[in-house]
């Protein structure tokens, strides 16, 4: 199997266009914090250039940041976001054993573990993780719920 979707080769994956639908007429996103041109979800967006870590997140913003080393920044960010009056929700996958998952993820205010694994991109192949979508909202009541939110039949 050669495929980059299975590999490390790219941290970059572009969120299910039905995935970011169901989450936009829930949320109504203002903000794509961490995108490129060609898979950015909302009109406005925080580009590598920009680097979305150094800019403030305000608003209603979508977050599906790149999955490498840096992704325990990118939660811990949209973390503060939410206690500076951000919602922030997070297309994550779901690492359950990491430092960031602990730290961050569960001080969230809703985790929606997705049943199946997604299909990124024109990816041929499922990803090789299970994702979750986690949200961060303004002055935290830290209600976790688990339902799930996707079901795919790909």
């Known amino acids: 199997m050669n495929n980059v979707h299975f590999s490390s080769e ?13 989450l936009n007429k829930e949320f109504n996103f203002n903000t794509d914090v ?22 403030e997140w305000t608003g209603v913003c979508f977050m599906n940041s790149p999955y490498g080393r840096k992704i325990g920044k990118w939660v811990r ?19 359950t ?9 569960m001080k969230s205010d809703d985790i ?3 049943k199946r694994r997604l299909k990124f991109g024109n990816a041929k192949h499922n990803a090789p993780f299970p994702s979750v979508v986690v949200v961060f909202r303004p002055l935290s009541n830290k209600k976790i719920s688990c339902p799930i939110i996707y079901k795919s039949n790909i």
């Open 10 to 22: 790219t941290d970059n994956w572009s969120t299910p266009d039905i995935v970011y639908s169901n």
């Open 97 to 105: 054993d990491t430092k960031w998952w602990h730290d961050y993820v």
């Open 77 to 95: 960010k949209a973390y503060l976001s939410s206690l500076s009056g951000a919602t922030v929700v997070c297309l994550l996958p779901s690492r």
């Open 112 to 114: 929606r573990f997705i």
């Open 34 to 55: 961490c995108a490129v041109a060609s898979n950015a979800k909302c009109d406005h967006f925080y580009s590598p250039e920009e680097d979305g870590l150094k800019q």
